[in-house]
């Protein structure tokens, strides 16, 4: 348990530092841009591509383990899409933000230290893979939930232009597609610019948890919504199990990429949640007070699962296979 507490403690230490932080320090929400710009368009885009390009490339034609997580990641945000809309009598955008909050981990800011520090370079693999078509699902599902609500004006043609646009220009699938295309050609950075990859995805980890924390402190918390314990439920509970059920009974998957998927989805609510809230104008305090209780509640569900993980203690051998 000392060994999983050495794993878990550094990085929820760093939300909490970003947490007190913006708590003892007024600085305006908005001086976080930057850092966040540097989190998102270029430490973790390096990171994945360093990762994914230094992996042959047969290892990361896995379509059993992409369709099984993605398969668990979509029946998790629709089972939290029916709560909310049930909850929301029926309001489609306000449920699909809870959907998010119900379905998508924080795989970027948490998954790839975290799974790189619990199971070794073996897990960048899975973890980049899930980030990026964890990604497309969430870019392509909530604007067309947003189009069919009609909370936008747009036609079907302009909001396909947009899915399409928020999936190949995300900066994680942009990365993601070039480090597999890099495995692939054989392509190896020259010095420098290897170099420079390798500061700006060391950067990754620690500012993406500061960062994190610093956001979560200064949104506002409300009453706590009433499908919230739901979607918790289904998140830091549901994901993780479904995710571990449909791995173990497809069969023949490297037992670390199943814990690594496992770890992944039990990560709390991603801050998409509250930033498509913003987008869209709706559900904005209760995403925050989501996010903010979901990553509370994973300090223990999270070193649950690590423990599980990092003593091999995941059966995944349940269905004979």
Known sequence: ????????????????????????????????????????????PALIFQLLSRTPIQELANGWFVGATTLATLTAFLVSL??????????????????????????????????????????????????????????????????????????????????????FLHPFIVGTLAGILASAIGFHPPQVLNQLLTYLMQ???????????????????????????????????????????????VGGINPVWIGTAVLVASLPPALSAFVLAQQYRVYEDRASTTILIGTALSMVTVTGVLYLVTHSLLPVTIFGR
């Open 203 to 249: 950067l990754a980890m620690p500012c993406a948890l500061f960062a994190l924390g610093v956001t979560v402190a200064l949104r506002p918390v409300v009453a706590m919504p009433t499908e919230l314990p739901a979607v918790l439920l289904i998140k830091l509970i549901g994901h993780p199990t479904l995710v571990f059920l449909l791995l173990a009974a």
């Open 82 to 167: 029916a709560i909310g809309y049930r909850a929301t009598r029926g309001n489609l955008p306000e449920a699909a933000i809870v959907a998010v909050a119900g379905g998508y981990a924080n795989v970027g800011y948490m998954g790839p230290g975290l799974a790189l520090a619990a199971l070794g370079t073996a897990a960048a693999v899975p973890t980049a893979l899930i980030l990026c078509f964890d990604s497309a699902l969430m870019f392509a599902l909530v604007p067309m939930l947003m189009a069919l609500a009609g909370s936008e004006h747009k036609t079907m043609v302009q909001t396909l232009g947009e899915i399409i646009a928020r999936i």
């Open 1 to 44: 348990m000392e060994q999983v507490f050495g794993l878990a403690a550094p990085f929820f230490g760093l939300i909490l530092i970003g947490y007190v932080a913006a708590k003892l320090r007024r600085i305006p929400l908005e001086g976080l841009a930057w850092l966040n710009f540097l989190v998102v368009y270029a430490s973790l």
